[in-house]
Structure formats: structure tokens, C-alpha cells
T-cell receptor, first 112, second 111 residues
Framework: ETGVTQTPRHLVMGMTNKKSLKCEQHLGHNAMYWYKQSAKKPLELMFVYNFKEQTENNSVPSRFSPECPNSSHLFLHLHTLQPEDSALYLC???????????FGEGSRLTVL | GENVEQHPSTLSVQEGDSAVIKCTYSDSASNYFPWYKQELGKRPQLIIDIRSNVGEKKDQRIAVTLNKTAKHFSLHITETQPEDSAVYFCAAVNAGNMLTFGGGTRLMVKP
């Protein structure tokens, strides 16, 4: 157990649904990340938050909306997704932007 | 921005043999190079890292080398075992503290 938990572990949704992925870290870190993992791009950075402030948005479509209410919680709100958005979404945290990344188990998303 | 290339994308070795994975980076100001291992169905985990003021670092059967002039770094695994089978990711952190991953290498160790 690395101290980063993600829910749900699996999610199936239609293209018109709205859902959210949740990440919580119990490590006292100040940076949190969303990564997308698919066969085409094994570890693709989506968003970075440092001290609750978004510092990186890697040209992610607006149908993905992150939220970081505090330094321990990170959400990814999903709306009107496409089948090509099906992937494993990994949350990670670190102490500072150059610290070791601690990943969660991931949320496996399937868009029908 | 930084660009990290990783080769090979797949690597198959016999148990007991050595495995080498190579990465190149584009930003000469990058100064920190971690390696992550992701076993099937599990999360990526840091296995070893190296900073730009060091040319080589070793931890039991795993070693990493760095050539700053050529802007490449490599992971070496000796005496491979079946449990070394996984996807390995190299990464580079540049002066702006942005981490960029390579494309990953799927290592298969055949018993």
C-alpha cells in the first residue's frame, strides 16, 4: 500500500454520462497528478497540482475537468467522453515537483 | 519541452542473462533521471534513480549509467529473474522540474 487510493477501480460509462474519479493521498505530499495510460501512450501526463494550484494542463480536452479541493484530494470529472478515452487513469503524488512519484492503483475507464 | 526516447519497446531475455534498456533525452539542463517498474496489473514504482552529478549508480542487480555529454542513460539488470518481467519506464526531470516519461519497455524474462 503506497498511501494513494483511487476510486472507483473500474468504471463503465456511456458517452453522455457524467462521472468522477477520486484520488486521495495519505502521505502529506504537496503535489498531485493525473496520468492517462493506454496502449498508444503508456504514461501520458494530464494535469499537475502543486499546493492545490494547477501548474500543468497538458493540452487535455475540456471533457476532462480536474478539481483539487485540498492537497490530499484530487478529482477528475468526466463529461461527454469518447470511446478513445477508454484507458487506465493513474493518480500520483509527490513531495515537491521533483520527488518520487507514488501512484495509485488506477481507475480502469471504459467508454461505450 | 523535454523529449525522452526509450528503446527497445520490447525485450525478451533468458533467465540469468542481462538486460539493458536505453533512453535519450533532449534537454541538456535535465538533472534527475528516475526509473519506474510496472508489473502486470500493478502501479508503477520507483526502482532506482540517478542525478546529473553522478555517472553510475548500482543497487544489487540493478544499475543505471548516465552520459551527460551524449544525453543518454541506461538501465542494466544482471542475472535476470522471472520476477523482473514488467514494463520499465525511464524519465527525465528538467530545470523547470517537469518530469517526462519515455515510452516504456516491456521486459520478458523466460525461465
Amino acid at each position: 500500500e503506497t498511501g494513494v487510493t483511487q476510486t472507483p477501480r473500474h468504471l463503465v460509462m456511456g458517452m453522455t454520462n457524467k462521472k468522477s474519479l477520486k484520488c486521495e493521498q495519505h502521505l502529506g505530499h504537496n503535489a498531485m497528478y493525473w496520468y492517462k495510460q493506454s496502449a498508444k501512450k503508456p504514461l501520458e501526463l494530464m494535469f499537475v497540482y502543486n499546493f492545490k494550484e494547477q501548474t500543468e494542463n497538458n493540452s487535455v480536452p475540456s471533457r476532462f475537468s480536474p478539481e483539487c479541493p485540498n492537497s490530499s484530494h484530487l478529482f477528475l470529472h468526466l463529461h461527454t467522453l469518447q470511446p478513445e478515452d477508454s484507458a487506465l487513469y493513474l493518480c500520483a503524488s509527490s513531495q515537491g515537483s521533483t520527488g518520487e512519484l507514488f501512484f495509485g492503483e488506477g481507475s480502469r475507464l471504459t467508454v461505450l | 519541452g523535454e523529449n525522452v526516447e526509450q528503446h527497445p519497446s520490447t525485450l525478451s531475455v533468458q533467465e540469468g542473462d542481462s538486460a539493458v534498456i536505453k533512453c535519450t533525452y533532449s534537454d541538456s539542463a535535465s538533472n534527475y533521471f528516475p526509473w519506474y517498474k510496472q508489473e502486470l496489473g500493478k502501479r508503477p514504482q520507483l526502482i532506482i534513480d540517478i542525478r546529473s552529478n553522478v555517472g553510475e549508480k548500482k543497487d544489487q542487480r540493478i544499475a543505471v549509467t548516465l552520459n551527460k555529454t551524449a544525453k543518454h542513460f541506461s538501465l542494466h539488470i544482471t542475472e535476470t529473474q522471472p520476477e523482473d518481467s514488467a514494463v520499465y519506464f525511464c524519465a527525465a526531470v528538467n530545470a523547470g522540474n517537469m518530469l517526462t516519461f519515455g515510452g516504456g519497455t516491456r521486459l520478458m524474462v523466460k525461465p
